[in-house]
């Protein structure tokens, strides 16, 4: 990656794992004069809780990313079926050459290859395929991370967290979940941030660099 103005592309399983991901990371970014691009693969309304509406995450991701200022045109919204991912694993790779062809990202963030929920899996998987000559960096989701290779930190500031934790209230179906409390994320990024000497960050591992 150079120092000019980036193209980052966020890959989403489901809605709200790029901004449970690399949300502060976004923020940065963005503040920086980056441009973000959001893909998220599967809305997931086979298991929206009962008594709200089934497309409920269109709303909540479009909320979100409005919050991070990503582009509303560059959210990209697929119809994959949860936890199906993987049947549709060549549709999935010819989504992704799409757009790396349109797109031709400098940096791709993506689930770690560690990360054990199958459609995580599948979309590190075949980006791995697709992107074979960008930077690929793999996010951290503890919960589903039995192990998680710290290999790459990103700084954030007191901002870019509070965008972070913003963005994620925007995801009322989501409520309830421990890992989507305030005083976790927060404190999973001063943790991170306290590692690499500064105050917050995010942690990736490294799975593709090209400098």
């Given at each position: ?22 949300g ?26 009962e008594g ?79 992107f ?25 500031e ?50 593709r660099?090209?400098?």
């Amino acid at each position: 990656m150079n120092t000019d103005k980036k193209r980052i592309l966020v890959l989403a399983p489901h809605a709200d794992d790029g901004e449970f991901g690399c949300g502060g990371s976004v923020a940065r970014f963005i503040e920086a004069g980056d441009e973000i691009y959001y893909a998220a693969f599967s809305m997931a309304e086979e298991s929206v809780p009962e008594g709200l509406p089934k497309d409920i995450l269109y709303t909540e991701l479009a909320a979100s990313t409005k919050v991070l200022c990503i582009p509303q045109e560059n959210v990209m919204k697929f119809k994959y079926p949860v936890r199906k991912l993987s049947y549709h694993r060549q549709e999935i790779l010819e989504n992704l050459v799409k757009l790396n062809n349109e797109l031709k990202p400098d940096l791709v963030f993506t689930p770690s290859k560690n990360d054990v929920h199958q459609d995580h899996f599948t979309v590190t998987s075949e980006a791995l395929r697709a992107f074979k000559f960008t930077s690929i960096l793999g996010y951290e989701l503890p919960w589903n991370n039995y192990q998680f290779e710290t290999t790459c930190f990103i700084h954030l500031e007191e901002r870019h967290v509070q965008r972070k934790l913003q963005s994620l209230q925007c995801y009322r179906s989501q409520i309830g979940k421990l890992y989507s409390s305030d005083e976790y994320i927060k404190g999973l990024a001063l943790t991170r941030g306290i590692q690499v000497g500064g105050r917050y960050a995010e942690v990736f591992d490294v799975l593709r660099w090209i400098i």
